[in-house]
């Protein structure tokens, strides 16, 4: 396990309201160009803060896997 690495005593970290401010999800994902009909995959999802707004963008109707 590196600085990198959050581990179980960190998970936390994943859930701080501050995160939104130095990693904006919605800027993250507007890169990415999510719309509806596409299929999107978060790896190494963790409590969803990418994967649940990605899933928004694509829509009900499209798969998204974390």
Wanted: hydrophobic share 45%; with cysteine.
């Amino acid at each position: 396990m590196d600085e990198r690495t959050i581990g179980a005593a960190g998970a936390h970290k994943l859930e701080e309201s501050g995160r939104q401010k130095w990693l904006p999800a919605g800027d993250v994902l507007a890169v990415l160009n999510l719309r509806p009909g596409m299929c999107v995959a978060d790896i190494g999802a963790g409590a969803g803060y990418f994967s649940l707004p990605a899933a928004r963008a694509v829509g009900p109707e499209d798969p998204a896997f974390a």
